[in-house]
């Protein structure tokens, strides 16, 4: 496929499909086919934030600043991550630039430390660190692999491909374990499979488009906003 997708046009289309998938979340009955669609859709955010996690890592001039940046806006987004859940601040249950935070980290590591050993148990650590938080532990691995293997597209895509069936896997087991039996289970996450549909955009990513400064926190901007105005809608209507 010929590139010709710069960051800002792919970020763009991760946020609509985010705010589809929590629409979905926040107003529709899961069961229904338009409801299907929006998860379905929504699936390709988080594998192309991870993407750019791992680019904005090898791109970025100060990563203690960008660390930094997203630990701020994780805790700025935690309020309105619980009122669109409506849940209360002391629920073990964190936002997913939580799990951006400790995915940045992991890529770090995978660079820095040359022990082998210790880079697995380091990337690993993170992982761990974001069992609480959305898109746990998936989200990190992903993030570590499109660095690893930016070079080298068939150990990405099976990399890539590993963790996501895991996901989908994971979900089934969820499923199995609430009671709804194999067939119900597999037609509840047959929505997961959507992660793939991300692997078109990404691939489609022009490094050498530069993005908008003015863009680059829409991202961030968005991500609080649009879970605070879905969550008082919801409150309102209720």
Same mark, same amino acid.
């Given at each position: 496929m010929k590139k010709r997708l710069g960051s800002d046009a792919i970020k763009y289309i991760a946020i609509f499909a985010m705010l589809l998938d929590h629409i979905g979340w926040t107003f529709l009955s899961f069961a229904s086919p338009l409801s299907q669609i929006f998860h379905t859709v929504g699936r390709i955010t988080a594998p192309i934030m991870c993407f750019f996690i791992a680019e904005g890592y090898r791109h970025t001039k100060n990563v $203690? !600043?960008?660390l930094m940046r997203l630990l701020i806006f994780a805790l700025v987004?935690?309020?309105?991550?619980c009122v669109m859940h409506g849940q209360s601040l002391g629920t073990l249950s964190f936002n997913m630039i939580f799990t951006l935070f400790f995915a940045l980290l992991a890529v770090i590591a995978e660079d820095k430390i040359e022990n082998p050993t210790l880079r697995t148990l380091?990337?690993?650590s993170c992982a761990a660190a974001t069992i609480f938080s959305d898109w746990y532990v998936f989200a990190v691995l992903w993030s570590v692999s499109f660095f690893k293997f930016k070079t080298e597209p $068939? !150990?990405?895509f099976l990399s890539f491909s590993a963790v996501s069936l895991m996901y989908s896997g994971y979900m089934f087991y969820l499923n199995l374990e609430a009671g709804n039996g194999p067939k119900k289970s597999f037609l509840y996450v047959l929505f997961t499979l959507g992660t793939f549909l991300s692997l078109p955009l990404i691939s489609s990513y022009d490094e050498t488009k530069k993005p908008n400064k003015k863009s680059r926190f829409v991202f961030y901007v968005f991500y609080p906003l649009h879970m605070l105005i879905l969550g008082i809608i919801k409150y309102l209507i209720q």
């Amino acid at each position: 496929m010929k590139k010709r997708l710069g960051s800002d046009a792919i970020k763009y289309i991760a946020i609509f499909a985010m705010l589809l998938d929590h629409i979905g979340w926040t107003f529709l009955s899961f069961a229904s086919p338009l409801s299907q669609i929006f998860h379905t859709v929504g699936r390709i955010t988080a594998p192309i934030m991870c993407f750019f996690i791992a680019e904005g890592y090898r791109h970025t001039k100060n990563v $203690k !600043k960008y660390l930094m940046r997203l630990l701020i806006f994780a805790l700025v987004s935690q309020i309105p991550w619980c009122v669109m859940h409506g849940q209360s601040l002391g629920t073990l249950s964190f936002n997913m630039i939580f799990t951006l935070f400790f995915a940045l980290l992991a890529v770090i590591a995978e660079d820095k430390i040359e022990n082998p050993t210790l880079r697995t148990l380091a990337v690993f650590s993170c992982a761990a660190a974001t069992i609480f938080s959305d898109w746990y532990v998936f989200a990190v691995l992903w993030s570590v692999s499109f660095f690893k293997f930016k070079t080298e597209p $068939k !150990k990405l895509f099976l990399s890539f491909s590993a963790v996501s069936l895991m996901y989908s896997g994971y979900m089934f087991y969820l499923n199995l374990e609430a009671g709804n039996g194999p067939k119900k289970s597999f037609l509840y996450v047959l929505f997961t499979l959507g992660t793939f549909l991300s692997l078109p955009l990404i691939s489609s990513y022009d490094e050498t488009k530069k993005p908008n400064k003015k863009s680059r926190f829409v991202f961030y901007v968005f991500y609080p906003l649009h879970m605070l105005i879905l969550g008082i809608i919801k409150y309102l209507i209720q």
